[in-house]
């Protein structure tokens, strides 16, 4: 009898000691998920804020007065008179 309490005795700690082991594995694997984590949050903000640069270039270099300037000066295009302007029916 004294075997087999010793046996069940050894059991238990045995699986305590593996519990707690898989305890500390897990929270070891949670930070280092959540540093990866915290690295992708400050890659987006990164990411975002250069998206709103981008957007902000993209709408100054499309403004109506700088298309017009470059159809003036760069082509030589100007603005037709009424006597050149067609309408084509369908």
Known sequence: ???KTF???LTLILGVFLSAMEVVLYRHQTRE???VLQELRAQQNELDQEWGQLL????T???HG??????RNKLNMTL???AEIFRVRS
């Open 56 to 59: 902000l270039e993209q709408g």
């Open 33 to 35: 998920l959540f540093l």
């Open 1 to 3: 009898m004294r075997q």
């Open 7 to 9: 046996i069940l005795l």
């Open 61 to 63: 270099w499309g403004t």
């Open 80 to 82: 037709p008179v009424a």
């Open 66 to 71: 700088r298309i017009e300037d470059i159809a």
